[in-house]
């Protein structure tokens, strides 16, 4: 039977959007002649717009009333794509009434799903892990003829927000490419955070021994953290505080960096899809979840007996896995890599 539309209901982190690009990709290219729409959180249509995969976007309302998945029955959705394991996200799939919900067998939730791909699992130290999360969503894709070998990341830049971002750059005195942007910030939780002390002592290193500017970024929620960072280092660095940021201009942000210096968080997925530079500092999640193969990231991993662990506030209170870290490790990774942007 025809596929005529096609409902894809995106993750609800913003790095798991990003790594579900190449899905949209294939689908869109393996389904030429479908309408495709995306289901997500109101923000998430600025990281993915100008990507030429989808037809609409349908934003989440912060309520999540049934009443608006029970009116997706008015788009008569031949197929859902579920990349969220949630029970609840399946339950959405049921009530927009399409032919076909796909989604992996998970949470209890295979009787509401048409098409349950069961999982198979990865070890790491003992504990069971999934597949890196681009190759987890890609299959979702049955059959397998439908699937792509292009795992490549993609994101697109939006003209009005690079203007922004620009007009930015030149009012803090910035030179495109001549900035190393910082991402301390963590919505996940406390335990992926590095100690605020060390971010600092980082950007001044940077700052004297390379020559290149500073800029601390962070979304919304995350500005009393970059307030206290410009508090401790006396206002000595950019950062976008007093910036409305948004997803877009953040991906203009970092499209124009030298280098990105990251948490295991959403602007490191950022930073592949545009192919800049990357330094990683892994906390207590699996490495190979968020492992996209971009030959330009590092990953900083310090091994301590309870990672990983997954956890979002650390249950030990020590925090070892990033405690560990120290900043000339993420000094001597950050220089490797300009070094060979200048080669």
């Not at 037809?55 to 608006?68: D, R, S, T, V, W």
């Not at 009116?71 to 197929?79: G, Q």
């Not at 397998?144 to 003209?159: A, H, V």
């Not at 870290?325 to 942007?341: F, G, M, P, T, W």
Request: aromatic fraction near 10%; charged fraction near 20%; glycine fraction near 4%.
């Amino acid at each position: 039977m025809e596929t005529k539309a096609i409902l894809v209901r995106l993750p609800n982190w913003v790095g798991d959007v990003v790594m579900a690009t190449p899905l949209l990709r294939a689908l869109y290219k393996s389904h030429p002649k479908s309408t495709i729409s995306l289901l997500g959180k109101p923000f998430f249509f600025d990281l993915l717009k100008g990507l030429p995969y989808f037809n609409e976007y349908i934003p989440i309302n912060a309520k999540k009333n049934l009443k608006q998945f029970f009116e997706l029955r008015h788009s008569r959705f031949d197929k859902v794509f579920l990349c969220p394991n949630s029970f609840s996200s399946a339950f959405e799939g049921v009530l927009s009434g399409a032919r076909e919900i796909i989604g992996y067998d998970r949470t209890m939730r295979s009787l509401l799903l048409t098409h349950a791909i069961p999982i198979s699992p990865i070890h790491f130290q003992g504990k069971i892990c999934t597949l890196a999360m681009h190759r987890y969503y890609m299959n979702l894709l049955t059959p397998s003829q439908w699937k792509s070998e292009d795992l490549k990341l993609e994101l697109r830049i939006n003209n009005e927000d690079d203007f922004k971002i620009q007009s930015f750059l030149q009012k803090n005195n910035i030179q495109e490419k001549k900035y190393v942007v910082l991402a301390p910030g963590a919505n996940f939780g406390s335990s992926k955070l590095w100690i605020e002390e060390r971010w600092i002592e980082l950007a001044s290193q940077i700052e004297k021994n390379f020559g290149y500017s500073i800029i601390f970024t962070g979304s919304p929620t995350e500005n009393k953290l970059l307030s206290k960072l410009e508090y401790v280092a006396n206002n000595k660095f950019t950062t976008t505080r007093s910036t409305s940021m948004t997803l877009g201009l953040l991906k203009s942000l970092i499209h124009k960096a030298a280098c990105l210096i990251s948490l295991d968080t959403g602007p490191r997925h950022i930073g592949a899809a545009f192919n800049i530079p990357t330094v990683v500092l892994m906390g207590p999640n699996h490495p190979g979840l968020s492992d996209t193969d971009h030959a330009l990231t590092d990953v900083i991993l310090e091994k301590v007996e309870c990672s990983p662990c997954h956890k979002k506030v650390c249950p030990f209170e020590h925090h070892k896995c990033m405690t560990h870290i120290s900043v000339s490790k993420v000094l001597n990774q950050c220089e490797r890599l300009l070094k060979d942007l200048k080669c």
